[in-house]
């Protein structure tokens, strides 16, 4: 009985050890590290950076950000295709910052606000003046003697062109200023399709208003070619405050500022700078920076341009007695040449200038000398 009971013995014995020498070995031995996480580096790329740093993505909004200088891969069209985000420009009046930024800085801080601001200095200006002053002229009697200023054609592209520069001037408010004075007034609504409707019209509006300005161009460049007497009709400022207008030509010099600077100057700026956000100059306006600088230059030129205007408006309507019958019917009184235009008035009684120039009208007399 002792053999089988020694065996049953030894066996236990032998199990029993082999359960606590590992844990013995195990329990002497050192503990495994685990393996040290790479160290992150300034390029690494997006997969190595994952690896040092899980769920840091710097590397791949770093290369978002600097597609501007280094174009990533996309599948999509266009001429940036590659560029995700604008690299660093400073535009006149803005930080040294992304050009998408820095455009937006110019727009807001500088456009806008102080091209509204010309805008409502004009307007006040103007207001100033009428209720101050009242309409210029009036102070030569009418002789019932009509002179033909305007002939039909001139007066169509004259009016061509003014209603296009209209349509472009209140549709670039709206789009410009409507958010913050049409929009806490009509609501988000009914201000959206306002503004598309006259972006819309602003369209097509644009063409009309190139080509009418080409047209005017070439009707009254020959009579606003600049002559001795213009500089000194503007050196005494039109005699806006003598009361007494220096003798002109047909157009005086601050209508032929007008034509020089307003309508040839910042028109072709405009109509320019127009048609490449419209997309339609070759090689031009398929980049963000070239949108971005057509617009800045289209606005800047267009302010001028409405503030200019709005003075020729004022004094083409009811700022001069007489001048907007003259646009309206095409002629004018003698008395009212003689007083506005003294060297146009000599020149049509001379008869270097034809008082007629379109096809003859049966109830006008040609001007002549009065007694």
């Known amino acids: 009985m002792r053999s089988p009971l020694r065996r049953l013995l030894q066996s236990s014995a032998l199990a029993l050890s082999m359960l606590v020498l590992p844990s013995a070995v195990l329990a002497q031995a050192p503990a495994a590290t685990p393996a040290a996480a790479p160290e992150a580096k300034a390029d690494d790329s997006n997969a190595a950076r994952a690896k040092s740093q899980p769920g840091n993505n710097a590397p791949f909004w770093r290369g978002v950000r600097n597609s501007g ?8 069209p266009g001429a940036e295709r590659g560029t995700l985000i604008q690299s660093f420009v400073q535009y006149p009046g803005s930080r040294y910052t992304t050009a998408g930024e820095a455009w ?10 102080y091209g509204g601001a010309l805008l409502l200095i004009v307007a006040a200006a103007i207001a100033l003046f009428y209720f101050g002053k009242g309409p210029l002229g009036g102070h030569v009697a009418d002789t019932g003697r009509k002179i033909e200023r305007f002939t039909p054609f ?7 062109n003014a209603i296009a520069f209209v349509v ?15 929009l806490p007034i009509l609501g988000s609504t009914l201000f959206g399709w306002l503004a598309y409707a006259l972006k819309t019209a602003h369209n097509f509006a644009g063409p009309l208003f190139a080509v009418s300005l080409v047209i005017v161009f070439f009707t009254f460049v020959r009579d606003n070619l600049w002559r001795r007497e213009d500089t000194q009709w503007v050196a005494k400022g039109g005699g806006l405050l003598s009361g007494h207008e220096p003798a002109s030509h047909r157009f005086n010099g601050g209508e032929k500022l007008l034509f020089w600077l307003g309508v040839c100057l910042l028109g072709t700026v405009i109509v320019v700078s127009g048609l490449v956000l419209d997309g339609l100059v070759p090689a031009w306006g398929e980049t963000r920076a070239q949108m971005q600088l057509a617009h800045m230059v289209h ?3 267009a302010v001028g341009m409405m503030a200019m205007f709005m003075g020729h408006i004022y004094i083409g309507t009811v700022g001069m007695k007489g001048a907007y019958g003259a646009m309206r019917t095409g002629y004018v009184d003698e008395g009212w040449a003689r007083e506005h235009h003294a060297l146009w008035a000599e020149e049509v009684r001379t008869g270097k200038i034809a008082a007629q120039r379109s096809n003859a009208r049966p109830e006008l007399r040609p001007a002549k000398e009065s007694p």
């Open 69 to 76: 200088e280094q174009q990533g891969t996309t599948s999509l």
């Open 104 to 113: 937006r800085q110019v727009r807001n801080q500088w456009l806008l606000p």
């Open 154 to 160: 001139e007066r169509a592209a004259h009016w061509a």
């Open 168 to 182: 472009l001037a209140v549709s670039g408010i709206v789009m410009a200023w409507g958010k913050f004075f049409l």
């Open 299 to 301: 606005v800047a030129a």
